[in-house]
């Protein structure tokens, strides 16, 4: 591709004519998002402020659950601007594949519902092996799906990042030295980039070659503390030599319990400190950080992880993001390797979500405990 | 009186016809999908009426837009509840050739840190420094981001001499 063909591309790229009206609309639905009134003159200003006065009750009243809407606003707004896809949520919600993180790169319906069922939720859950999306004929038309998640292939296994927005991490010199384990090797092209070049590569990755990749020119290294089978990570270009992704394998795994993912990740005993925040600062990077004591009872916490249930939660509404702000939290913490773990803790469905999505139903009273170390 | 809480019609057909093809390509090349694309085109004009700060001049709004934009879609990427299964829309039907297709499957495969440094200095024309001062990075970091992005599409070293 050249600077031409990229701009060729991209020009047409164009919304819809119909985009314009839908904004608009969705601007007058969010007209108690503005303070920043168009008060163009003082006389303008005058003639409303009584008006203003007597509806900031009614403005205040929304404050509390603003938050909430922001979070829940990818899954309100969609339906406002694209009524055309809701057959298809429909389809999703039912399916559903949201709840897996692990089925996050299946694009095909039919392979994410297939995963789905082969899950045993009274033994836990079964995560199937991450697969490449179905390669399909060479007709344009069907060859749209795309694998869009980053993704490197070793002994037979996809690994994915950490988190979804491949977030380079950076920590101290030593501290990074510290967990810098063996270097395997160096990502390279993934024939499996474009689907129709896919047709001799198993979608399951079997006979794929380690470090095949979609991030090609990362160098591999093991970390020092965790077993390689569920987590490796990738040497990033940033100007400091201490910046990594993390990428993690957890497909082609039974969860029976928390202790089956906590476990892995070592976080009894082993944090060495941990922040709490809102959803509203944690999706407007806002980092309104609460630091959170490390004692008897954050212990105690961590522990009772161990024995939570790994669950699918298909059942996900608009409803769930409802409630008070500090229904749902974000916590963040830092190992004592410096390395971070970030999870979601919704009181109201007593439920642990982490990083890469998986889900855990935890124990009330100790849900209820826990927002009491929030105090 | 609904325009007294909200923009004013002209004003908002003024600032959409400005920059609302600029939004949805950085929209579309992060998101890959025209709803999801439309989301954010929304999302971000709600915060240019509502959150936006004083602008100097029309470069200051349009560098806090596609940093408003970018930042925008990788929380929708990051948001713990998105859907993990990606909207299989008939993508093709946006461009004219399989080949642009093609290239268009590229850009959205890229990792998000490197679409819109990439956009920004290919499609947009903004020079590394230009870039450096909208995205807040560093230039050498922008640089290395435009090298990897380069090398994962294949781009020709054509650009090089502008940077």
Not at chain 1, 12 to 17: E, F, H, R, S, T
Request: hydrophobic share 35%.
């Amino acid at each position: 591709m050249n600077k031409k063909e990229y701009k060729k591309t991209v020009d047409q790229i164009l919304p819809d004519d119909s985009l314009r009206e839908k904004v608009w609309q969705g601007l007058g639905n969010k007209s108690s998002f503005f303070p920043k009134i168009k008060f163009s003159t003082l006389a303008f200003v005058s003639i409303t402020i009584l008006s203003v006065v007597s509806l900031n009750a009614l403005l205040n009243s929304g404050i509390e659950n603003k938050q909430f809407d922001q979070v829940k606003s990818s899954k309100m707004e969609k339906k406002v601007v694209s009524n055309e896809f809701k057959g298809f949520e429909e389809k999703v919600s039912k399916g559903n594949a949201s709840a897996d993180a692990n089925l996050k790169g299946i694009n095909d319906q039919e392979n994410a519902n297939k995963a789905y069922s082969s899950m045993d939720q009274a033994q836990g859950i079964f995560v199937p092996k991450f697969q490449l999306p179905a390669a399909s004929s060479s007709k344009l038309g069907d060859s749209n799906k795309v694998l869009t998640l980053n993704s490197f292939v070793y002994n037979g296994k996809f690994y994915l990042p950490k988190n979804e927005l491949y977030l380079e991490e950076t920590m101290s010199n030593s501290a990074f030295e510290a967990i810098k384990g063996t270097y395997l090797g160096t990502t390279k092209e993934f024939r499996n980039r474009n689907f129709e070049e896919s047709t001799d590569i198993r979608e399951d990755g079997s006979n794929v070659e380690n470090f095949s990749s979609n991030i090609q020119g990362n160098k591999i290294y093991t970390v020092k503390g965790y077993d390689p089978f569920y987590r490796l990570m990738v040497v990033g270009e940033g100007q400091n030599n201490n910046s990594y992704s993390m990428y993690e394998c957890w497909n082609g795994i039974n969860l029976s319990s928390g202790k089956d993912y906590f476990g892995n990740i070592y976080l009894e005993n082993n944090v060495l400190y941990a922040t709490w925040e809102s959803t509203e600062s944690f999706m407007g990077r806002l980092n309104q950080h609460h630091n959170l004591n490390i004692d008897q009872n954050f212990e105690s916490f961590i522990s009772s992880l161990y024995s939570t249930k790994p669950y699918l939660d298909s059942n996900q509404s608009d409803e769930d993001f409802k409630g008070s702000r500090n229904q749902i939290i974000i916590i963040t913490l830092t190992m004592k390797n410096q390395v971070k773990e970030v999870f979601i803790i919704s009181k109201a469905k007593k439920m642990i979500a982490t990083e890469n999505g998986f889900y855990f139903k935890m124990d009330g009273k100790e849900v209820e405990r826990f927002f009491e170390l929030l105090k | 009186m609904s325009f007294v809480f909200g923009p004013i019609k002209q004003d908002f057909n003024e600032k959409y016809d400005q920059y609302c093809k600029l939004i949805y390509k950085i929209a579309f090349i992060h998101l890959g999908n025209k709803a999801d694309s439309e989301e954010a085109v929304q999302e971000v004009f709600i915060k240019l009426f509502s959150k936006s700060p004083v602008f100097s001049d029309s470069e200051h709004e349009k560098a806090w837009l596609i940093r408003v934009t970018s930042n925008h879609c990788k929380n929708m990427l990051r948001s713990f509840w998105r859907k993990r299964v990606t909207q299989p829309e008939d993508m093709s039907v946006y461009f004219g050739s399989h080949k642009e297709f093609e290239n268009a499957q590229l850009i959205i495969n890229l990792p998000a840190k490197y679409k819109t440094i990439i956009h920004l200095f290919y499609y947009e024309g903004y020079a590394v420094k230009e870039i450096s001062n909208i995205m807040k990075i560093t230039e050498s970091a922008v640089k290395m981001r435009l090298k990897r992005g380069r090398e994962m599409l294949k781009m020709e070293l054509e650009a090089d001499f502008n940077e």
